[in-house]
């Protein structure tokens, strides 16, 4: 985008605060709260808080106060601080003296009433500002819930755009502006990236913007200055309970966006789900709820609508459905596995209706756009191999290479020369809670020719509740479990698995049964396919046994990551050396490596090959 130049005092027109020394009348040609991205002309603000907004223990800016320098030296040319009286003499938590350092006088300071917090909320309204508002110049849409943020908004993106709506995207995958793909690391980045991103989506002609909105973001209030058109609850299911207190504390922040909505702008809610009374009672903005009920009907007193799905049929291919709402109803093939997939649609749909103005919405049209919806990225993506790398005539079956795995059952006629190369369906799935694990595993189940194979794991630092209920949801839907790591983080990955394993039933021990039991009646070699697995703490090793335990009418699910190409653990946790020569610096004293599914994945079905096969490709 273009280079912004904006006066300071037009930035903090606004805003309560208070000139200590130096001039207003500055132009001001980038404005951050990192120290790291200080250019010349920059308005630097010292933040409040550190590491995805959390407070500071003991100290409202103490931290972030000691990169002020940093600041001057890079270029900063303004400065926003607390009050002086915010500001402690020593830092409870360092035990060291943290107060302002001296600032040039050509340097402007500005400071906060006293007890006024810099919070996400505050750097957004500087933000706003000085990016000259870019969200009231779009239609904005905010997705969030536990499951289904991604394929939601996603497949409105597609909607809106198969409607000439050019239309950016932000997001857990990646951030579209309009004229290109950008990376991500954040579902929702931070108060004044977010308005830098709309700037550009505005800059790139973009008319719609679509935002996943995670808890963290509206806990923090990365969103406060956004005014929303539309807002979509897709669901709520136990995950983040590391940050939040509890369910209720997690639900309570995902209505925040509900709450904020204005009259005008529009709530839509999927009915089916428990939380949705809670999304819906504290909003005073229009309403869509979403079902698969057909008997579901609002309160005679309510003007709230109702969009219907009926799902009639599912297959590997995606799923067929009727789709009904104040658009009229049209039947469509979509291109996506699961039913849950129907129920996101749905939804893409409600907010299609509302952002691509009441009326305009033709039937025909949508059935075409719907049917037309890319696959999205780690969600239920098929691994495929080429055939036409393999010579098909010159394959002939081998029976003994079965042998080579005692856990691989035995086909009927192995001496038959194939038609075609037959290979395990595989799947990469970013479902990381027990709900969305649920969901891929209801959706694959009726669709295996043979047996699932389930990989997954439980990232480290996050949320532990879910350990158990994950290995629960994944023994009861699976034939064959492969518990592994996911992102381990600064966590021991053996200490993970020791979390996980108590959720797989094993009737024969007691529940208190030690670990070391559990484990070893897990892995034994007659539990396998009776509700048993493998435990294999190294992820690329685990993916590969799942794949050569598979045969050609089997589907192996490999769940957690999705499209991460990357994996987080402890430098001695690092299987492979040459990961390690390209790894990059992570927090807290661990490391970045490249970790694809999809490519290890891969890998593994061409080697299964060889298992199965006399030849295979070079």
């Not at 409105?156 to 990376?183: M, R, Y």
């Not at 005014?227 to 995902?254: C, E, W």
Request: charged residues 20%.
């Amino acid at each position: 985008m273009p280079t912004m130049t904006k006066q300071l005092r037009d930035i903090i027109a606004d805003i309560d605060l208070t000139l200590i020394q130096g001039s207003l009348d500055l132009p001001i040609t980038n404005i951050t709260d990192d120290s790291r991205q200080v250019t010349p002309g920059s308005l630097f603000i010292v933040r409040s808080w550190v590491h995805d907004g959390a407070s500071i223990i003991g100290n409202p800016s103490g931290y972030a106060r000691s990169f002020i320098q940093d600041a001057v030296l890079l270029g900063a040319i303004a400065i926003i601080d607390v009050h002086d009286q915010d500001i402690p003499t020593y830092d409870s938590h360092l035990t060291e003296p943290i107060g302002r350092p001296a600032i040039p006088s050509s340097i402007t300071l500005l400071t906060t009433p006293p007890n006024t917090k810099i919070d996400q909320a505050f750097v957004g309204q500087l933000a706003d500002n000085f990016f000259d508002h870019p969200a009231s110049k779009l239609k904005l849409l905010g997705i969030t819930g536990t499951n289904g943020k991604t394929t939601t908004a996603f497949i409105t993106q597609h909607l809106l755009q198969s409607f000439n709506h050019k239309t950016g995207l932000i997001g857990t995958v990646h951030i579209d502006t309009g004229s290109g793909i950008q990376p991500t690391e954040l579902t929702t980045p931070g108060s004044i990236e977010l308005h830098r991103i709309l700037a550009q989506m505005v800059d790139n002609n973009c008319t719609h913007a679509i935002m996943e909105v995670s808890s963290h973001a509206l806990h923090q209030r990365r969103t406060h200055n956004l005014q929303f058109d539309a807002a979509i609850f897709t669901n709520l299911s136990g995950d983040h309970l590391d940050f939040h207190p509890d369910m209720n504390s997690y639900a309570a922040a995902k209505a925040i966006l509900f709450e904020s909505l204005s009259d005008n702008a529009w709530a839509i809610i999927n009915a089916d789900d428990t939380f949705a009374r809670r999304m819906a009672q504290s909003c005073t903005a229009k309403q869509l709820l979403t079902t698969t009920n057909p008997d579901f009907q609002t309160a005679p007193h309510t003007h709230h609508q109702v969009c219907h799905v009926n799902i009639t049929s599912l297959s590997i291919d995606g799923s067929s459905a009727r789709y009904t709402g104040p658009w009229g109803s049209t039947s469509a093939r979509l291109p996506l596995i699961g039913r849950h997939n129907a129920l996101n649609a749905i939804q893409a749909l409600a907010a299609l209706h509302v952002l691509n103005l009441p009326g305009k919405t033709k039937p025909r049209q949508i059935r075409r756009a719907l049917e037309s919806t890319p696959g999205i990225p780690g969600r239920l993506e098929q691994v495929f191999i080429n055939p036409s790398q393999y010579d098909l005539a010159a394959l002939e079956f081998n029976p003994a290479h079965l042998a080579l795995d005692p856990f691989t059952a035995q086909p009927e006629d192995p001496t038959e020369l194939p038609t075609e190369l037959p290979y395990p369906t595989v799947l990469v799935d970013y479902s990381h809670t027990d709900d969305s694990l649920e969901n891929a595993l209801l959706a694959v189940r009726p669709l295996a020719l043979g047996r699932v194979i389930t990989v997954f794991g439980c990232g480290g630092d996050r949320d532990k509740t879910k350990r158990p209920r994950m290995a629960s949801v994944a023994s009861e839907y699976s034939d064959i479990v492969v518990i592994t790591s996911d992102n381990p983080r600064t966590e021991d990955p053996i200490a993970i698995i020791e979390d996980v394993i108590p959720g797989i039933p094993i009737p024969q021990l007691s529940p208190k049964a030690p670990i070391e039991d559990r484990i070893q009646a897990f892995t034994s070699e007659t539990a396998i396919g009776e509700g048993g697995g493998i435990i294999e703490p190294d992820r690329a090793k685990a993916i590969h046994k799942a794949i050569l335990l598979a045969n050609p009418e089997d589907v192996v699910l490999i769940a957690g990551k999705g499209h991460e190409t990357y994996q987080i653990l402890r430098t001695q946790d690092v299987t492979d050396p040459d990961l390690l020569k390209t790894a990059t610096p992570a927090p807290k004293g661990t490391v970045k490596i490249h970790f694809d599914d999809r490519e290890y994945a891969k890998n593994a079905l061409k080697n299964w090959a060889t298992r199965f096969y006399d030849s295979a490709p070079e």
